[in-house]
Nanobody, 127 residues
Framework: QVQLVESGGGLVQAGGSLRLSCAAS????????MGWFRQAPNQAPMKEPE????????????EYGDSVKGRCTISRDNAKNTVYLQMNSLKFEDTGVYYC????????????????WGQGTQVTVSS
């Protein structure tokens, strides 16, 4: 079992920054990746959350979703089993619930590949 706890969400003005954190505990071994996804407020319920970023723990391979490239940075702290998402130049359309997730699959871009999910943290960007 894995527990993921996100923090760092909040209300920020457009153009501002936020740093999200996700602390992992439990079965944190093997070649896993940790990713960030988001669910917009008006997103259809059956639609998968949007991929934001992911980092593979062993070799630090990183991928970003197209909508956040150049504005977000994902990083990890091995000692704390924590992954971070630094978000800059935030836009109104970045508003949503951000989820941290963990997978042992190779394809990190799809929510369906992830086995464990956090409870989510709300990010609201005011225009």
């Amino acid at each position: 079992q894995v527990q993921l706890v996100e923090s760092g969400g909040g209300l920020v003005q457009a153009g501002g920054s936020l740093r999200l954190s996700c602390a992992a505990s439990g079965r944190t071994f093997g070649d896993y990746a940790m990713g960030w996804f988001r669910q917009a407020p008006n997103q259809a319920p059956m639609k998968e959350p949007e991929f934001v970023a992911a980092i593979r723990w062993n070799d630090e391979t990183i991928e970003y979703g197209d909508s956040v490239k150049g504005r977000c940075t994902i990083s990890r702290d091995n000692a704390k089993n924590t992954v971070y998402l630094q978000m800059n130049s935030l836009k109104f359309e970045d508003t949503g619930v951000y989820y941290c997730a963990m997978t042992w699959e190779r394809d990190v871009n799809f929510a369906s590949a992830y086995e464990y999910w956090g409870q989510g943290t709300q990010v609201t960007v005011s225009s």
